[in-house]
């Protein structure tokens, strides 16, 4: 037999050439795009990681701010809790001034809630509204105080909204039928029966381990008594 010769095809090493030759003219022409991208993708990987470093520093200084804050809560005094006591940053000036931080978005829910505490229900809405709903509980927790806040301010039909919508966010055994109760009690309050028998039923149906499912039966035939 004939030995098979390990010699590769001229047409392919010719070709294998001239791609190699077009790639080298490519890069010859283009090596000042190419280092100038390449350079931007560094600078921008830099600029990734440097960011993560400051705002990782800028969380932890919210974080100690705020430990004060939270203790004024304790205490009762929200508006040393809101405002500071000179040495220590109180929630508004936390959210202001770190605002891109995990701390400075929990200062916006905090510092809502503590509106809502005093009765100054328009701010409480704002800063309720500025806090990025991460967490589902506290997500949950910011639209049901939303909620509270417009029931306060005469607009009950916002607040319902509010309501329900805290109640779907949660989707859990303790915010849901909280806030499926409110929503309910109100549908009743005004008359609206027909409503408040689908909430209390779905707390009813979905949620009979909870607080408010071991009473619903009583709220059940209530409303079905007024429907009559």
Sequence with gaps: MAKKTKEG??????????TLTTTEQFLESHYKELLIGLGII??????????KIYLGKQN?????????????IEMDSLNLALN??????????????????????LARYSAGICFLHLGQYED?????????KKDKLIGSLAIGATGDAYVE?????????????????????????????KAGEIYE????????????????????ES?????????????????K
């Design 9 to 18: 095809n001229p047409q392919t090493i010719k070709n294998v050439e001239q």
């Design 153 to 181: 301010l005469g607009d009950v039909e916002k607040g319902v909204a509010k309501y329900i919508e805290a109640a779907d966010y949660a989707k859990n055994s303790f915010n849901t039928p909280i806030y499926l109760m």
């Design 84 to 105: 500071g006591d000179g040495n220590y940053l109180g929630f508004i000036d936390i959210a202001n001034d770190y605002k891109y931080t995990q701390a400075g978005n």
């Design 42 to 51: 560094v600078v921008l990987i830099a600029i990734f990681w440097l960011g």
């Design 211 to 227: 607080t408010e499912g071991s009473s619903i039966d009583k709220y059940i035939a209530r409303v079905k008594l007024l429907m």
């Design 60 to 72: 932890e200084e919210a974080q100690s701010q705020m430990y004060q804050a939270e203790r004024y």
């Design 124 to 132: 409480a809405i704002e800063y309720l509204n500025k806090y990025s």
């Design 189 to 208: 309050l005004n008359g609206n029966y027909n409503e408040a028998l689908k909430l209390y039923e779905r707390i009813q149906n979905e949620y009979p």
